[in-house]
């Protein structure tokens, strides 16, 4: 009875909303999924041949008036196969669509979790499913994305457990040196934080908090590049978004999931060593002596206490990880959930670092009526661990001698064993620890509300929130007759971070088929963002009792604070018109107001355009194209900055209280009073095209975008009582190719092979700084006797160019800024390269090239697959090289005791002849050589350390074999699945050092060109279970 | 359930909010960690102690000009005079500047003259050192952001205003004060007394700096030597902290961690052991260390220590001696320094008094190091060194001098008074070429200023000398 009730109503409003009064029979029906039997809200009916159509309700549910029996009715949906049916004499028809596997028909989560036929963008957009995402086995959904995505690059920033991955989509778009130029992550439509907390004192290697979401709990994620398809997120998405989809519940029987995965890691690379020298100097051997290999040479000692340890390949152990997640899903039409389970342990290559994570996941949908639904979930996660100090376990390397066991590294007593004054690397990363303890919850709800057909109330809200408590402790002397401690005095450091972020999302969707040729959706909403954001440190040194780690233990105690708030509010509107299914308009408006700003210029409107013209739907092309589209969009969005920057504050130096006083200085950071949000612009013009029955496709895009008006903090002269005054100055640009090509080149009975291959291109280039100001230094990286180098950014020159020191060159251009290597070098009267501590261009740190490509082989049960990604056009500083060379430990050093005629010119011209010794102290030609080439001259100059780091790397293979139906029957599981894999294998770089992929900064840094002593890259091998029940 | 009153209580704020203005919701700006206003103690407290480290960054950087220190490597920048970047110690002065200039613009405005004078003392001092150290400097557009790129102003008329400075400093501290001064003073713990007796030092300081100039008077250095220090008790210092090394200690201190640094300069070693000069001093173990084999063992300016390992064979800072243990007071003025500026000062109307002081100030530094009592004297009574009243030259004067400033950037100045004349000073090995084989006169304008208020920053060569070394 109800429900012909309600059947008469939606006639009734069909009738009233529809003009054609003629109607004589009513159609009703339920239209579902054929993949899991759910109804499908949204589809599109249409009478054929007329104007007269309806959409289904929230339950599939529809009903339309016909003329007559003979009538054909039209379903039609996004990510669907059309379907038609005549509707004869009865007067139900229930429909089950099937998903279209074509991939023209791609589905992409675009903008607040909405799903949109790819064939509708007027952008470039790219999603990666499930199984690409888990096949790599990365603990960090981050790195998931390496290789596999046009525009985007993704780096590991070292192969620490739990170390950050930082992602850029299509360049850097801040001239600010601490700007994140990372996109936004937004999971089931909630953006949460990816930010990198790093820690204050000597580099950890911390989580990007992405890190903290399980994988395996993740249905799909996309990507959005530009800011057309990010100006409904706002000021926050202005790098772009990476839309988050999870797992859901599905309609039917219940499922269970289980996956297992075991895995060990292992350095990847390591700079080429000498082995022939020992601890000692000018080629004497010395025992106890501070230099680890300028001793004598291994073989003419002769002696089994003296003799080559093998420390680098020694002292790094094979880390290993094990995964486990088991999920639960399942429901009926009115209600679904999904709930998981992950544990992951890892221990990395560097002795006692090790990471865990422990998360729970619920989630669930219930539609309580045709008119109203929602839908939640609860993420819960735990993670961390113990972070050693990679940074000085690699100097401690260097320092430590290549003939004395680096893994004899503890006395009986507990103390260190430590030789020639150094301090054993191992003993340092087991006793120097610092832990930290992430506790993270993301939830979100969502109501939808249709009252009628054509519109629909939405709200959605959102929390991300965690506790990050670390403690750092560094333990002082034990009190024990002649022990070397790692600090004279201990320290302990307890640090909590709150972090807290809410989001609220209300919107209107009103939809409405006009006639069969126009179809429109109009969104209109509001969204509110804040976070806050809490971080308190105390810290003691001086234990008093030796061993007890409480900072009341402590005899000098600090404490600091560092608190901010940022609130948004953001009201947009965005409208769809679509006509014929070919031609597809998209406007959007969005004004946002930022707590950031100043009031006054705190408010601030952006707009977008985008057009879609799928060509090949109107047109009549050959037959062997099977799609064609071109797209267009230009787009802006606009940005403000970080809290509580605006106008002169005082700070107290860190280094009070001292004798019981705090000091007061007035920051030398002052914030424009005047500031106004900073507006990035950008065109995308792209075509998408398949050939021979979608056997074949390829998709290009151009993209330029210019961000003006920067905020940053422009440096000033120290005189005018600031040094930094943060304003709008500058602008910055970057345009470039994004090229995917895939197809399906064989697909024979069983056996079928796909490939797409993906294909970069960035140039980038500063435009504008400010009337005056020269260049903006990004950061710097210590290098040896004047060959630290500097990354600047300059007008008119690319971002992360590297600044250094070089080898004089007659001829070059005086005004040059940029080392030319190929002129000859200058020698001097002593026979040896004669350098110049001018700073110049060295290299530039951002790739100009990258790509991946992608191969999948299947034969009946058998899964092969490999994923091929590469960089080029990029420069690093090799720091270390720089120690390396210091301390004669790289293979070159070989020739420490040879003679050789450097190549180059005289101070006259004339070519140099002048023949001199590589070695230390006096050499056989009774010349004097003081320390010698390698350390006086060879590592002085930082020409000799920023070199080429391109790499060629399989990313990842799988090989896997899942039972098939007719063994799998007489199991009692649903799937079953096992692979084998292996990442990170380099197969080629130019690059003489670890993985030429980690680099100092960290996620959250911009300083990418420096490699520092950074935790090296690892290769890793996993074997994986999966069971379906 | 926690979770769920958050979202009742979003989704009722968010609503609410619909209706309601945004602007309440977004006043959420106000730094919560930097405040908008500090009090004056505290910026008194910051005040001398950056000022105290900015008298040793300033010495870091000339200590290698005038022979007190060498570098372990060859050619180093500061041995050879290169054009080095000096932003971090521009930034310094100017940073303590700022904040003086705030200390002057409260005290002015609450009454607190004492402050006032305080203030005005310090910033004669920062601007006098920064003046001496570059020439023409930022002065009269500076710290208030009235433009982002400050002119330059002139020297010689910035060394009236430094002289005006003082001369108001010690008026205001004469005066009654609505604010005492007390513990936030790092300097003098409040003594105006010490405060009024320092101002007449610097007086002398800067004055003595002009003698080769048309207005300078012995007078008016003798007057204001008369209103300075009048023993070792009166020394404006800073000692230092449990928590905070004297940064010449924590220089020695690296060095023994192989972090090189404070090798002491060969013309050092020689002009103290008997070398350079006939009589060895007692103050050289005092001073600095010795190698492996309890020798005095200099480096070679510019030449680096060739084949000699980092450690042992060559002389260097050590932890634990007067200028390097880790609560060692930094020097910022002495009353040794003031009795040889008023030996130079006296040295041609009344060599008597030149004489005297001149002794006075030997033996102040002395008593400062606490040399034994029979060495002192011992070393006093060498006729090299008391050489008489009617033999005494200016050349005792600044040798003496320049051993007793030892790590102070002073003696710099009086380097390039006194055309670095010290006995045997000879140019450093590797010489900057640019310099033609003569030394350096002022340092280079530092990189920042450079690119941040280039078209203001003067033309000029190392070897162009700053007004009152004309």
Known sequence: MRKSYKFALSLLVTLLTCSQLYAQITVTGKVTSQEDGLPLPGVSILLEGSSVGTVTDINGMYSISVPNSESTLVFSFIGFESKSIVVGNTTTHNVTMGQSLSQLDEVIVTAFGISQEKKSLGYAAQSIDAEAITKSRQPNLVNSLQGQVAGVQVTNSGGAPGQSARIIIRGINSLDPSADNQPLFVVDGVPVDNSTVESSGTPRGMSNRIADINPNDIESMSILKGAAATALYGVRAANGAVIITTKKGKDGQIRVDFNSSLGFDKLVKKPRLQDQYGQGFSGVRDDSSFWPAWGANIAEENDPNYVYQDNWTRAFDTGMQVDNSLSVSGGNERATFYGSLGRLDQSGIIPFSDWQRTTAKLSGTITTSEKFNFSGSMNYSNSGGNRVPHDRFLERMMYWAETQDVRDYINPDGTMRSVGGNTNPIYDARFSTYEDDVNRIIGNLNFNYSPTKWLTFSYRVGLDNYTDSRTEITPGPMGIDGEQALSATGFIEETRIISRDLTSNFFITLKKQWNENWNTSLRVGNDIFQRQFDRVSLSGSNFVIPGFYNISNTTQVFASQGKSIRRLVGFYGDLMVDYKNFLFLNVTGRNDLSSTLPQGNNSFFYPSVNLSYAFSEQLSLPAWITFGKFRASVAQVGKDTNPHVLGATFVSPSVFPLNGQVGFSRNSVFGDPALRPELTTSYEFGTQLAFFNNRANLDVTYYKSNSKDQIIPVPISDATGFSSYITNAGEIENRGWEIVVGGTPIQQGDFRWDVTANLTTNRNEIKEIREGIDEIVVGSQFGYVGSTVTMILKEGQAYGNIYGSSYVRPGADPESDFLDRDLPILIGANGFPVRTGTQLVLGNAVPKLFGGIRNDFSYKGFELSFLVDFRSGVEQYSQFDNFLSAFGKQEASLARNDFRVFEGVLADGSQNTKEVWLGQGVGPDGVSYGAGYWRNYYRTTSENFVLDASFIKLRNITLAYSLQPEVIEKTPFRTARISVAANNIILYTPWDGFDPESFSAGAGGNAVGFTGLGFPGVQSVFFTLNLGL | ?470
């Open chain 2, 1 to 470: 359930m926690k979770i769920r009153n958050k979202y009742t209580a979003i989704i009722g704020s968010s609503l609410l909010l619909a209706f309601s203005s945004c602007d309440s919701f977004l006043d959420v700006n106000e730094n919560p960690n930097n405040p908008e206003d500090a009090p004056i103690s505290g910026l008194m407290t910051n005040s001398t102690f950056e000022t105290a480290l900015n008298v040793q960054r300033a010495g870091s950087a000339t200590s290698n000009f005038v022979q007190y220190l060498a570098s372990p490597n060859p050619s180093g920048g500061s041995d050879v005079m290169d054009r080095l970047d000096y932003s971090t110690t521009w930034f310094n002065f100017y940073n303590v500047m700022t904040d003086v200039n705030e200390i002057i613009r409260k005290s002015e405005e609450s009454g607190a003259n004492h402050y006032l004078g305080a203030g005005q003392v310090l910033m004669a001092l920062n601007l006098g050192m920064t003046v001496d150290l570059f020439g023409d400097v930022p002065f009269s557009q500076s710290f208030n952001f009235e433009t982002v790129t400050p002119s330059y102003d002139d020297d010689q008329i910035l060394y009236d205003q430094i002289i005006s400075l003082l001369d108001q400093g010690i008026t205001n501290l004469q005066s009654e004060s609505s604010i005492s001064i007390g513990g936030d003073d790092f300097i003098f713990q409040g003594d105006i007394t010490a405060w009024i007796k320092f101002a007449n030092t610097l007086k002398a300081r800067f004055l003595i700096h002009t003698k080769s100039t048309s207005g300078y008077s012995a007078a008016a250095v003798l007057q204001a030597v008369d209103g300075g220090f009048t023993s070792n008790a009166d020394d404006a210092v800073v000692e230092f902290f449990e928590q905070r090394f004297n940064p010449w200690a924590q220089v020695a201190i690296n060095n023994e961690n192989l972090l090189l640094g404070g090798w002491i300069s060969e013309q050092f070693i020689q002009a103290l052991d008997g070398t350079t000069y006939p009589v060895v001093d007692p103050r050289l173990p005092l001073m600095v260390g010795t190698t492996d084999d309890g020798e005095f063992i200099g480096t070679v300016n510019g030449e680096g220590r060739g084949d000699a390992p980092e450690q042992g064979a060559r002389s260097t800072l050590v932890p634990g001696q007067f200028y390097t243990s880790e609560q060692s007071p930094v020097l910022i003025a002495t009353y040794a320094e003031l009795k040889f500026i008023e030996a130079e000062a006296a040295l041609e109307t009344n060599p008597a008094r030149a004489y005297a002081a001149y002794l006075a100030g030997i033996g102040a530094h002395m008593d400062m190091l606490e040399v034994d009592e029979a060495a002192k004297n011992a070393y006093l009574a060498h006729p090299t060194v008391s050489m008489g009243a009617e033999n005494l030259t200016l050349a005792d004067i600044m040798k003496e001098k320049w051993v007793a400033l030892f790590l102070h950037p002073e003696t710099w100045n009086d380097a390039r008074r006194f055309d670095y004349g010290y006995k045997d000073m000879t140019l450093p090995v590797n010489l900057n070429p640019d310099l033609n084989n003569q030394f350096i006169r002022r340092l280079a304008y530092p990189d920042s200023e450079i690119s941040r208020n280039g078209n203001n920053v003067p033309e000029v060569t190392l070897l162009d000398r700053i007004w009152w070394n004309q």
